[in-house]
C-alpha cells in the first residue's frame, strides 16, 4: 500500500515539520517517494526517486531545510503493486493543461481494464500513471473555458467510475486548488490549521514536537491530508467516493452548502433539520442531504440526545466544536 500527503494554504508555507513525520512512512513504503510543489504557483518542482526516503539523501536534505515552500504540495511513499520500481513508475506524476502543470499520486490498485487514453499517453507501467491520463484527457475535452465546476464535476465523475476497478484514493492538483477523493480503500484523513495556532503538536513517528504559534503566522491558513494521521491533532476521516476541494487553506462548500453551515453556526442551541430547511429557504429533501454532507465532512455533528435517526425532520445537529474556528475563517471568507 502506498501512502498519500497533500497540503493546501493560503500562503507560500515549508513543509518540513509534518512531512518529516510522513517520509518515516517510507521505512514499510519502499519503493519510491516523491513531492510535488509549485514555487510560481503554476509550475510543478518534481522530486523523487524509485528508492526509500528514509535511506534518500535528498529526502534527508529536504526535510531539514525550507526548499520546498508552496501553497499547494503533494508527495508520495510507495509500495509497489504494478509496475517496476523505476523513475518512470515513481509518484507524483505531471502533465501540462491550458497552460498549467497537473500533479496526482494514487493509492490502490485497479483491477481490469482501464479506458485507453487519447491524447495523454502514460511514460511508466503503472495503473495510477494510466487513470491520471484519462482524467486529464476528460479535462482537455472539456476545453479551455471550463469553469471549476464542470473541471470538478468531471474529476469527480471518473474517480467514481474507476473506484468500481479497486482502491482509488488520490491527491491531484493544477496549483491552485487541491482535490482529493477518498474511494472507500484504506483511509484518507485531513486536518485543518486556522489561527489562532496555540497549541503543541507531535508527530505520530518519531519523539518529536513543535508550538504551532511559532510555526504559523495570525493569518495562516492550512490543510494537511494524509493517508493516516501524522500528528495528535484532530484529523477528520473522508467521505467516501466523494471528491473534497480544497483551496488557500479552505474546504470549498456550495454556495447552499454555506447558507446551512452558517445558520447552524449562528443558532444558540441544536437545530432540527425540518428549522434549517425553514430558515435557509431549502426544501426539506434538500436540506436534510446537505445537512448530512456536512456531518460526512466532519463539520457538524447530531444530538446524542436525539431518539430519531440522522435523516428525520426533529434530527438536530450543531457545529463540531473541535472545527468552530475552521468553520467561522471559511463562512468569513465567503461573505
Same mark, same amino acid.
Given at each position: ?21 510522513? &517520509? ?13 510543489? @509549485? ?38 511513499? $510507495? ?7 523505476? @523513475? ?52 482537455? *475535452? ?10 470538478? $464535476? ?6 467514481? *467510475? ?30 485543518? $490549521? +486556522? ?6 503538536? $507531535? ?20 490543510? &494537511? ?18 471528491? &473534497?476541494?480544497?483551496?488557500?487553506? &479552505? ?77 467561522? +475563517? ?6
Amino acid at each position: 500500500m502506498c501512502e498519500l500527503f497533500g497540503l493546501s494554504c493560503n500562503k507560500p508555507v515549508s513543509v518540513k515539520f509534518t512531512w518529516r513525520g510522513f &517520509l518515516k512512512r517510507g521505512r514499510k513504503h519502499r519503493d519510491g517517494w516523491g513531492i510535488a510543489f @509549485y514555487p510560481d504557483g503554476r509550475s510543478a518542482c518534481i522530486i523523487k526517486e524509485p528508492k526509500p526516503s528514509v535511506a534518500s539523501p535528498m529526502a534527508s536534505f529536504l526535510k531539514s531545510t525550507d526548499l520546498v515552500r508552496s501553497k499547494v504540495v503533494i508527495s508520495h511513499v $510507495r509500495k509497489a503493486s504494478k509496475g517496476s520500481i523505476t @523513475y518512470s513508475n515513481t509518484h507524483p506524476f505531471v502533465r501540462e493543461l491550458f497552460g498549467r502543470e497537473w500533479v496526482f499520486a494514487h493509492n490502490g490498485t485497479l483491477r481490469g481494464q482501464l479506458p485507453e487514453p487519447r491524447f495523454y499517453e502514460p511514460v511508466g507501467e503503472t495503473d495510477s500513471e494510466r487513470a491520471f491520463c484519462v482524467i486529464m484527457d476528460r479535462l482537455r *475535452e472539456l476545453g479551455k473555458d471550463a469553469n471549476h465546476d464542470e473541471i470538478r $464535476r468531471v474529476i469527480e465523475a471518473t474517480a467514481k *467510475e474507476f473506484s468500481e476497478l479497486g482502491g482509488f484514493n488520490f491527491l491531484m492538483s493544477d496549483g491552485e486548488r487541491l482535490y482529493a477523493f477518498w474511494s472507500g480503500h484504506t483511509s484518507l484523513y485531513y486536518l485543518v $490549521r +486556522v489561527p489562532p495556532h496555540q497549541e503543541i503538536a $507531535r508527530l505520530k513517528d518519531e519523539d518529536f514536537e513543535i508550538d504551532l504559534s511559532e510555526l504559523k503566522g495570525p493569518d495562516e491558513m492550512a490543510v &494537511l491530508v494524509a493517508t493516516t494521521p501524522l500528528t495528535d491533532e484532530h484529523w477528520t476521516h473522508f467521505p467516501r467516493r466523494k471528491l &473534497l476541494v480544497f483551496k488557500n487553506g &479552505l474546504l470549498e462548500l456550495s454556495e447552499k452548502a454555506r447558507r446551512v453551515l452558517a445558520f447552524i453556526r449562528r443558532a444558540p442551541h441544536r437545530v432540527a433539520i425540518r428549522n434549517i430547511a425553514t430558515g435557509t429557504g431549502l426544501g426539506l429533501e434538500e436540506a436534510t442531504k446537505i445537512v448530512l454532507e456536512l456531518k460526512s465532512l466532519g463539520l457538524l455533528k447530531q444530538d446524542r440526545r436525539d431518539v430519531v435517526g440522522p435523516e428525520h425532520p426533529d434530527a438536530t445537529y450543531f457545529t463540531e466544536p473541535r472545527v468552530r474556528a475552521f468553520i467561522d +475563517v471559511m463562512l468569513s471568507c465567503s461573505e
